[in-house]
T-cell receptor, first 113, second 111 residues
Framework: KAGVTQTPRYLIKTRGQQVTLSCSPISGHRSVSWYQQTPGQGLQFLFEYFSETQRNKGNFPGRFSGRQFSNSRSEMNVSTLELGDSALYLC????????????FGEGSRLTVL | QKEVEQNSGPLSVPEGAIASLNCTYSDRGSQSFFWYRQYSGKSPELIMSIYSNGDKEDGRFTAQLNKASQYVSLLIRDSQPSDSATYLCAALSGGYQKVTFGTGTKLQVIP
């Protein structure tokens, strides 16, 4: 069974640009969560989607948005990039509705110059 | 105050010893707790889940939960150099799949 797939793996952007990251969950998993990981803050919850609905959102500005498609694939978008958005963005999928057992992709490493 | 707190370490133990990793949480509504392991340059992977007070054993790993003290721990017996990684404590809180992570404890197992 294929794992969680995230694309692109690495990307470099400049301040003010926007970026879209993609996540394909494990087949059969309907919940997709997104996290930002930085050395100082650790893993910070961005949002979680289930059956195309955003059920939870973390404390990030409105520049961070996401969506989920009918095939459970998810995208997140960051607009008007800032230097502080440089981070590893991790997507995780889960089979159950509220299990908390997450399977992570390898992440998308974003560098903002 | 962070919702899930861990000592960042590093925690150094000799090979074959017991490594003890600790975590506290602030949300009394949290019901489910997890330990994830993250090797350097890799993504986190789930190694243990615990849902009720007491101990849960899986091979060399034992997770312990004390809801009254809001305390979770992970014991690794017969530590191996391959156990060297950052261990993330996490709690399911805020409903649905909102999993909150601690900042992790770096474990170094010295051969």
């Amino acid at each position: 069974k294929a794992g969680v797939t995230q694309t692109p793996r690495y990307l470099i952007k400049t301040r003010g640009q926007q970026v879209t990251l993609s996540c394909s969950p494990i087949s059969g998993h309907r919940s997709v969560s997104w996290y930002q990981q930085t050395p100082g803050q650790g893993l910070q919850f961005l949002f979680e989607y289930f059956s195309e609905t955003q059920r939870n959102k973390g404390n990030f500005p409105g520049r961070f948005s996401g969506r989920q498609f009918s095939n459970s694939r998810s995208e997140m978008n960051v607009s008007t990039l800032e230097l502080g958005d440089s981070a590893l963005y991790l997507c995780a999928s889960s089979f159950g509705d509220t299990t908390g057992e997450l399977f992570f992709g390898e992440g998308s490493r974003l560098t903002v110059l | 105050q962070k919702e899930v707190e861990q000592n960042s370490g590093p925690l150094s133990v000799p090979e074959g010893a017991i490594a003890s990793l600790n975590c506290t949480y602030s949300d009394r509504g949290s019901q489910s707790f997890f330990w994830y392991r993250q090797y350097s340059g890799k993504s986190p992977e789930l190694i243990m889940s615990i849902y009720s007070n007491g101990d849960k054993e899986d091979g060399r790993f034992t997770a312990q939960l004390n809801k009254a003290s809001q305390y979770v721990s992970l014991l690794i017996r017969d530590s191996q150099p391959s156990d060297s990684a950052t261990y993330l404590c996490a709690a399911l809180s805020g409903g649905y799949q909102k999993v909150t992570f601690g900042t992790g404890t770096k474990l170094q197992v010295i051969p």
